[in-house]
C-alpha cells in the first residue's frame, strides 16, 4: 500500500516551466475547481443589479390592470383548488423576453433555468413552455383591452392626443415554407389523404386497441383532424383569392393565374418584400400618435398592398378611445380615392400624403396637384391641401414616428411570426406594441413629473 495520501497519476499535471533559479521546487499556483460544491447566501434579488432592465419591466408590469386576467382565476381565498400562477409574472416574462428578440415559448421556458434575469422574473415560481405558450395564444381580447387600457391611461394625463397619428405597415414573414403553398388540386388530394387517415385511425382503435395507448391513440387523431381542417381552410382561402384574381383580371384585361394557399397555416399570402423578390407573409399595420410616438391602433392582414387599410385603423382608434385623429400621416402606398374620402367625410380625419409621380407630372408640364376629373371633393381637397409647402413639411413627420416605430421593432425580432393564424399574430404584434408602449409611458411621465397609473 503506497504511503501517499493521492495517488500521483491523479494528480494535475505540472505547468511546463522551468522554476525560477532562486527557488528550490516548482511555482505553488492557485488553480480552478469548477467542480467544487458551494453554498452562496444570496437572494436573486441580491444577485440582479439594481439598474437591470428586468427590473424596469417588473415595475411597469406591475402598474397594469390585470383584473381580465385574474377574474378567470377559480381558485379564490377560503375555497379549495390549486394556486395559479400569477399573470403578472407570465406578462412581464413575455415582455422582457420581447426586448430581447425571443418569441419562442420553449426558449423562453429553458431559459428560466439557466439566466439570471428570467428567474428573477419568476422569483422561484415553476413555470413551463404550455403555460408560458397558452398565456400568449389563449388570450387575444384581454391583449387588446390592455392595449386599450394603456394608451387610454396615458390619453387621460394629456400625454397622448391623437392630433396627430402616422400609420405605416411592414411584411413580417409567415411562419411556413414556400413548399406549403398548393393548387386547388393539389389541395383536394390532400383533403382526400387526410380524411383517409382519419378513417384509418378509427379502424385501429377498432380492430386493435392495445396497439396504441390512449393517449398515443388521442394525440394522432387529434393531429390527423388539424390538419383536415387546416386543408379545409385553404380551400375555402384557394376559392376566394381565385376569384379575387378573376375581379383583378377582368378589370386589367389580363388572364388570372391559378391561386395557391398554403397547408400549414391558410391564411398567410405571398408578398412582395422589400429586397423585390416574394415570400410568404402578413401585414402589419402599427398607428402612432407623432407627438408622443406611442402606437395606438395595431392591425395584421394578409392584404399584399395598404391601399385599404386605412379606414380599418380609423374605426379601430373610435372603438378603442371614442375618438379619431385629426390628421392621418401616410404614404403613397395608402393613397385611394376610397380611403382619402372616407377618411375625411366620414371620420373627419385629414390625409397628408404624397401625391403619385409628382416630379414626372412636374417634367411633363403638368400640374400634379390639379383635381382630376373622376376625384371626390375630398379627394380634390387633399391634392390642393398637399401643394402647400406647410403640408409637405408635415408630411416628413411620418418617417420620423412610423417608420421608427417599425425599425425597433424589427430590431425586437419581428422579423418572422412565431406562430401560425392570423388571429395568433395579431396577439404578437399586440405584444409588441404594449413592450414599446411600456417603455414609451414611463418615460413621458417621468418627463411630465407624472405619477404611474
Known amino acids: 500500500m503506497s504511503d501517499l495520501l493521492f495517488d500521483p497519476s491523479e494528480l494535475p499535471e505540472r505547468p511546463a516551466v522551468e522554476p525560477p533559479a532562486a527557488a528550490s521546487g516548482w511555482p505553488r499556483l492557485r488553480q480552478a475547481s469548477r467542480q467544487q460544491i458551494e453554498l452562496r447566501e444570496a437572494s436573486l434579488d441580491e444577485l440582479l443589479p439594481a439598474d437591470h432592465e428586468a427590473r424596469i419591466v417588473w415595475e411597469a408590469v406591475c402598474e397594469l390592470d390585470l383584473s381580465p386576467w385574474l377574474r378567470e382565476i377559480r381558485a379564490v381565498e377560503g375555497h379549495v383548488g390549486r394556486r395559479a400562477t400569477d399573470p403578472r409574472i407570465l406578462l412581464a416574462l413575455w415582455i422582457y423576453a420581447t426586448l430581447q428578440g425571443e418569441g419562442s415559448a420553449r426558449e423562453i421556458d429553458r431559459l428560466c433555468q439557466v439566466h439570471l434575469a428570467y428567474q428573477w422574473l419568476c422569483g422561484g415560481v415553476s413555470v413551463n413552455y404550455h403555460l408560458i405558450a397558452n398565456f400568449r395564444s389563449q388570450s387575444g381580447e384581454k391583449w387588446d383591452v ?45 383533403q382526400q389523404e387526410a380524411r383517409e387517415q382519419i378513417e384509418l385511425l378509427k379502424k385501429l382503435a377498432e380492430e386493435n386497441p392495445h396497439e396504441l395507448s390512449e393517449q398515443q391513440l388521442a394525440a394522432r387523431q387529434r393531429a390527423a383532424k388539424e390538419r383536415a381542417e387546416r386543408i379545409a381552410a385553404a380551400l375555402h382561402n384557394c376559392d376566394e383569392l381565385q376569384k379575387n384574381r378573376e375581379t383583378r383580371a377582368k378589370t386589367d384585361c389580363k388572364p388570372a393565374k391559378e391561386a395557391r394557399a398554403s397547408t400549414t397555416d391558410p391564411e ?58 385629426e390628421e ?27 401625391v403619385k409621380d409628382e416630379a414626372k407630372q412636374r417634367e411633363a408640364g403638368k400640374d400634379p396637384f390639379a383635381p382630376h376629373r373622376d376625384d371626390s ?32 421593432c424589427r430590431n425586437w425580432g419581428l422579423r418572422q411570426m412565431p406562430v401560425r393564424g392570423q388571429p395568433k399574430c395579431r396577439i404578437v404584434a399586440l405584444l409588441y406594441a404594449i413592450t414599446h408602449n411600456l417603455l414609451i409611458g414611463r418615460t413621458l411621465r417621468a418627463t411630465a413629473n407624472l405619477p404611474s397609473q
Open 146 to 190: 390592455l392595449m386599450t387600457d394603456l394608451v387610454a391611461g396615458l390619453m387621460h394625463q394629456n400625454l397622448v392626443t391623437l392630433r396627430r397619428v402616422a400609420q405605416d405597415g411592414m411584411r413580417v414573414r409567415a411562419n411556413v415554407g414556400k413548399s406549403s403553398f398548393r393548387r386547388r388540386a393539389s389541395l383536394e388530394r390532400c
Open 268 to 325: 398567410a399570402r405571398n408578398m412582395k418584400v422589400a429586397n423585390g423578390g416574394y415570400e410568404p407573409g402578413y401585414n402589419v399595420q402599427f398607428a402612432t400618435d407623432v407627438e408622443s410616438k406611442i402606437i395606438v391602433g395595431v392591425e395584421v392582414t394578409n392584404a399584399g398592398n395598404d391601399s385599404e387599410q386605412l379606414a380599418p385603423m380609423l374605426d379601430q382608434q373610435q372603438q378603442r378611445y371614442g375618438k379619431n385623429a
Open 328 to 354: 392621418a400621416l401616410v404614404d403613397g402606398g395608402f393613397v385611394s380615392r376610397a380611403g382619402i374620402t372616407d377618411a375625411d367625410a366620414n371620420h373627419h380625419c385629414l390625409v397628408f400624403a404624397p
Open 377 to 408: 371633393p375630398e379627394m380634390a381637397a387633399w391634392r390642393k391641401r398637399m401643394a402647400d409647402p406647410a403640408s409637405q413639411l408635415l408630411y416628413r413627420l411620418r418617417s420620423q414616428t412610423a417608420e421608427w416605430v417599425n425599425a425597433r
